[in-house]
T-cell receptor
Framework: KNEVEQSPQNLTAQEGEFITINCSYS?????LHWLQQHPGGGIVSLFM???GKKKHGRLIATINIQEKHSSLHITASHPRDSAVYIC??????????FGKGTRLSVIA | KAGVTQTPRYLIKTRGQQVTLSCSPI?????VSWYQQTPGQGLQFLFE???????NKGNFPGRFSGRQFSNSRSEMNVSTLELGDSALYLC???????????FGEGSRLTVL
């Protein structure tokens, strides 16, 4: 079974800072998901990637398949980015395995 | 296009009762998956259905079951509720068995 580790567990940043959240996994995968969960529970899918890099607005996700590692970057952070960010992986048609999440607080 | 709809949003049950949760996927999505989220265990996969067939099942006891209807709507059932079943239950849909997931707002179950 894949083990997914996220770091840091908690992160506090000042508005405008560049933020990096890391995700490592133990077994080769076919896809990695980055999810965002705001207080109240709803989850939004930010990225799904299997190689390289994706960008959406101020968010950038990268993955290094050889090193079994992915990073989520937030540029020019804003208080509305405050949320829990969750990494999840899958291999072929196996169920998603989730990391424990990184709780981000951005202070104005 | 309507998103994933879960009902009910909140419910309170007592130990020993059973509960049924409903999930209506985005129109055209044939895959529906269910997840349990608790403070201690985080997000855990329950099961996934595609075209009315269960494709995968997580490591949960047989008290947890589900089904999918011909219109892709899905239900999950938990029988003989235990205190530890208190959790946020999330469902997600996607067009096929791979691809981006679209989550509902969740059903928050409290077992007293």
């Amino acid at each position: 079974k894949n083990e997914v580790e996220q770091s840091p567990q908690n992160l506090t940043a000042q508005e405008g800072e560049f933020i990096t959240i890391n995700c490592s996994y133990s077994v080769g995968i076919s896809a990695l998901h980055w999810l965002q969960q705001h207080p109240g529970g709803g989850i939004v899918s930010l990225f799904m990637l299997s190689s390289g890099k994706k960008k959406h607005g101020r968010l950038i996700a990268t993955i290094n398949i050889q090193e079994k590692h992915s990073s989520l970057h937030i540029t020019a952070s804003h208080p509305r980015d405050s949320a829990v960010y969750i990494c999840a992986v899958t291999s072929g048609n196996t169920p998603l395995v989730f990391g424990k999440g990184t709780r981000l607080s951005v202070i104005a | 296009k309507a998103g994933v709809t879960q009902t009910p949003r909140y419910l309170i049950k007592t130990r020993g009762q059973q509960v049924t949760l409903s999930c209506s996927p985005i129109s055209g999505h044939r895959s529906v998956s269910w997840y349990q989220q608790t403070p201690g265990q985080g997000l855990q996969f329950l099961f996934e259905y595609f075209s009315e067939t269960q494709r995968n099942k997580g490591n949960f006891p047989g008290r947890f079951s589900g089904r999918q209807f011909s219109n892709s709507r899905s239900e999950m059932n938990v029988s003989t509720l235990e205190l530890g079943d208190s959790a946020l239950y999330l469902c997600a849909s996607r067009p096929n068995l791979d691809g981006e997931l679209f989550f509902g707002e969740g059903s928050r179950l409290t077992v007293l």
